[in-house]
């Protein structure tokens, strides 16, 4: 077998292809790769396509459309990454090729990212953080009581892997879960203790809202102004999904009010302005999309493609294939 790998030259193969890994890649047989520090090309694919049994590649590589693999020898494209719908178009799945990507090496990482930012913009243990470091002493008597997970109505927008490990993760709090989505059984709910909701009740009713949705047409704004406003003045928003689920200019009208706190890792823009006026609000944790960074999760990422290489390579069916229908659930770009 012949496996290419795409990835330019840079920190982000090194932290993928470590030698261990490669290791295993050349275990299965020849490999060829990218030695540039630029992308691939589209015309490159082509080319890759006719000479080579696998591909491996990750965020930046062009999008690998039917027309580049019909009569050609590839048959598996590894993801090293979340969502594929900016690195296949939809029509390849009308062939016979196999499609997998890291996407659950996200989930739990995502998860507890998500709880801290969730007792973070509960307890605003930063805030005190702040004062000590800054020289402010608040008196014992004059120490303010701060707010709990414990016992708090959460809701959670989208149901899938990350919100999984959530509810696992947030359980031993005795909260009460709301979940809102298309493809929440109630057996599921029943065994998971969950409450099946809509995102309007989840909205006027939840102290904490929590978004794990994917980003496609139906949830570009979500939460748009009507729900916003339905929100408790005391309501926690916590979002490490996508930014443009929110509404941000509905959702800032409310925060300067002094009313919702907000905890983000995700805005409407891939990088926030510097001069934005979330970044003055006392009522925000506002964090640079880190929210899956972490050595774990790149590690999970690179294990879960090459374990599904190795199944090709063994002409086992793969366990993590991506189908037409899970592709067209994953997040898109806008």
């Known amino acids: 077998m012949k496996t290419y790998i795409a990835i330019p030259n840079g920190r982000e193969k090194e932290i993928f292809i470590t030698p261990k890994i490669r290791a295993r890649i050349e275990k299965l047989g020849e490999v060829g790769e990218n030695k540039t520090s630029q992308q691939i090309t589209a015309n490159d694919v082509g080319t890759i396509a006719k000479e080579y049994d696998a591909i491996i590649v990750s965020w930046g590589a062009p999008c690998i459309k039917k027309s580049d693999l019909m009569s050609k020898k590839l048959k598996f494209i590894g993801h090293i990454g979340g969502s594929v ?5 939809e029509d390849v799945f009308d062939i016979d090729i196999n499609v997998v990507s890291g996407n659950r090496g996200f989930a739990k990482p995502l998860a507890e990212s998500t709880l801290l930012l969730m007792l973070m913009g509960l307890k605003r243990w930063h805030v005190f953080d702040s004062m000590q470091k800054s020289g402010v002493e608040i008196e014992n008597n004059e120490r303010p009581l701060t707010d709990s997970l414990i016992g708090k109505c959460v809701g959670l927008l989208g149901f899938g892997q990350i919100s999984r490990e959530v509810i696992s993760l947030i359980k031993p709090f005795d909260v009460r879960i709301m979940v809102a989505d298309d493809y929440i059984t109630s057996d599921e709910a029943n065994k998971l203790g969950v409450e099946i909701s809509n995102v309007d009740e989840i909205c006027e009713i939840c102290d904490v809202i929590s978004i794990h949705h994917t980003l ?4 570009l704004h979500l939460l748009n102004e009507r729900r916003i406003n ?3 003045s005391t309501a926690l928003i916590v979002n490490t999904a996508r930014g443009k689920i929110i509404d941000q200019n509905a959702l800032l009208k409310r925060l300067e009010k002094g009313e919702l706190f907000a905890a983000l890792d995700v805005y409407e823009t891939p990088t926030l302005a510097v ?3 979330l970044r ?4 925000t944790i506002l964090t640079p999309h880190l929210g899956g960074k972490t ?3 790149h590690q999970r990422l690179v294990e879960i493609v090459i374990e599904q290489l ?3 390579a063994k002409g086992m069916p793969l366990t993590g294939r991506i189908t037409k229908d899970i592709y067209c659930r994953m997040t898109k770009k806008f």
């Not at 496609?216 to 949830?219: A, I, K, L, W």
């Not at 003055?280 to 009522?283: A, G, I, M």
């Open 216 to 219: 496609n047409e139906s949830t």
């Open 85 to 89: 719908q900016d690195v296949v178009s």
């Open 310 to 312: 190795e199944l090709f």
């Open 295 to 297: 050595m774990y999760c």
């Open 230 to 232: 339905k929100m408790k």
């Open 275 to 277: 001069d934005h006026p």
């Open 280 to 283: 003055k609000l006392d009522n």
